[in-house]
């Protein structure tokens, strides 16, 4: 099995930063690729980020510019830095890893997984 363990969430005042990570353990040959998803009260689950191994990343609108999206392949770990927040930034965080390649047994399977969540509140 894989673990998605997220870290770095809290409260922080408009105009200020934040970095989350999410490191994947487990029997892991390679992650096509890892991302940050964020969910609101009352809204639908939105792209943050997202980045491949390779380091080709991709951006929702609503962050362009403000948000750096990082990785480091050895150590399976995503980074999310977020500066500038608005309060319109604050939701519920989630790590994605898709595409991981998974040694179960005698097979290698890929499977797509989730991190647990970790609450972001920008706020005055």
């Known amino acids: 099995q894989v673990r998605l363990v997220e870290s770095g969430g809290g409260l922080v005042q408009p105009g200020g930063s934040l970095r989350l990570s999410c490191a994947a353990f487990?029997?892991?040959?390679?992650?096509?690729?890892m991302g940050w998803y964020r969910q609101a009260p009352g809204k639908q689950r939105e792209l943050v980020a997202t980045?491949?191994?390779?380091?080709?990343?991709n951006y929702g609108d609503s962050v362009k510019g403000r948000f750096t999206i990082s990785r480091d392949n050895a150590k399976n770990t995503v980074y999310l830095q977020m500066n500038s927040l608005k309060p319109e930034d604050t939701a519920v965080y989630y790590c994605?890893?898709?595409?991981?390649?998974?040694?179960?047994?005698?097979?290698?399977?890929?499977?797509?997984?989730w991190g647990q969540g970790t609450q972001v509140t920008v706020s005055s």
């Open positions: 487990g029997s892991i040959l390679s992650i096509n690729a």
């Open positions: 980045i491949t191994s390779d380091g080709s990343t």
């Open positions: 994605n890893a898709d595409g991981v390649a998974v040694v179960t047994g005698m097979t290698v399977r890929v499977l797509d997984y």
